[in-house]
């Protein structure tokens, strides 16, 4: 009887919470139902890393945000056509839906698992303590994912523009967005708590430890402009983590070398598809003669022609007309969330906005300088021309996972597209969005509006509360 209110209870955690976006929905749990053994806790609690939708659906609306890799255009509810800025579209796209939705379940679950853990019979014991550290980094996880395409980017009046609905409690009310400077201060504190609560490290890099709740903390200061704390906590993990020693080969592991906090989705029968698309415009120019990652992020490949229409060309014969393509491709069996290579090139950014060169070309170094390519050059950069090449390494040595939109609007850059639709590959720019576009950041999805009357819209989209 234990075992099927226990298995009840876990496919309520998993999948309730996605009924309603932010809010988990009333259920008749009673007392003698909740779980009081700490074990039995952490054993619903992992539904929690259940995050594949919602990685897979952040990575395609990275894409869409983006300049670099084109989002998949032959199906209108998988693909994001941001190039045309149809705020209506976006309002009601599934990526974004499947963006908010699933990490706000997570969020719940945590949430949940929180106040089950202060129902146990047994509490403060190195167990206890590791899975209410875990509850507490993975939410601070998911809320800065949320934050970071729902809202304005740190810089630009944190304490006044609005981010995401802030769930820090198991709540069934409806609740309205809190600031992007409160959401970044909840999110900097659960991690520095759970960094001081875990302290095992066997489940690590599959399950958040206290190392990955360092290296996010490296990379939300680095959001924040708050170089001296990246430096600080760069710097703990630095000397820690070797290297790849098959840098081409590092997204084939499943827990490789370099890897701090890594959502394990190998249990799928595809593993985990870093959503791929055609490579965009000059995207290709930015690798160097022998970057090994040139070939192993970029193939050719062969795909069926379309028309106008979107339906399969065939030629005299009846045959379907067959074109080359170039693909952006990562089909792996994890998310490599938190890298080693991102915590230095944090580290050089941060040293770089700290006017100190000689390091920051050095943590640069240690990233380029396992590519293949010859980057002698860097030795000869500073201030402004330094900068711009530590960035344009994050988007080499972090293509396609999810980075480059965050990266361009935290730093004020605009979006410059040498693509259409119809042409992937133009010599000149044929659109440039501005930082403070309304395009640049996410619409609240069409089901919470709907659902949550408290929760204000984005400006430049709709907000139509009928199903």
Known sequence: MFMKRLIYYMMLLAFGAGCDMTLLPETEITEEDILKNVIDVRKTFIAAYELHDAISAKIDCDRGLA??????????????????????????????????????????????????????????????????????????????????????????????????????????????????????????????????????????????????????????????????????????????????????GQFEEINGEGEIFTLDFSYYSSGFYYPYGQPAGQFKDIFHDGDYRFDSYIVEDIDFALDENGDYMFDDEGNLVLIEISKFDKIRLTYKALRIAEVYLNRAEAYCELGEYDLARADLLEVASRSGADVTYVNTLTGDALLEEILMERHRELAGEGHRASDLLRKGLPVVRYYTEEDTWTEEPVQTIAADNFSRILPIPHQECYLNTKVQQNPGYPRDTKL
């Open 67 to 248: 300049d670099d890799i084109i989002p998949a255009y032959e199906s209108a509810d998988q693909a994001i056509d941001f190039y045309e800025m149809d705020a209506s579209g976006m309002y009601k796209n599934q990526n974004v839906s499947s963006l908010y939705g699933g990490f706000y379940e997570s969020i719940a679950i945590c949430n949940q698992t929180l106040n089950l853990l202060d129902k146990c019979v047994i509490t403060d014991t190195v167990l206890w303590r590791q899975v209410r550290g875990e509850a507490l980094a993975l939410r601070a996880f998911d809320h800065f994912s949320l934050v970071n395409y729902f809202g304005r980017p740190y810089y630009d009046q944190p304490e006044t523009n609005l981010g995401i609905v802030l769930k820090t409690k198991f709540d069934l009310g409806e609740a309205a967005r809190t600031s992007v400077k409160t959401v970044y201060d909840t999110i900097v504190s659960d991690l520095n708590r759970a960094r001081d609560l875990m302290t095992l490290e066997e489940d690590g890099p599959a399950r958040f430890t206290a190392d990955g709740a360092t290296a996010l903390l490296s990379r939300v200061y680095l959001f924040m402009n708050d170089w001296d704390m990246v430096v600080e906590e760069a710097s703990k993990l630095i000397g820690k983590y070797e290297f790849p020693s098959d840098p081409a």
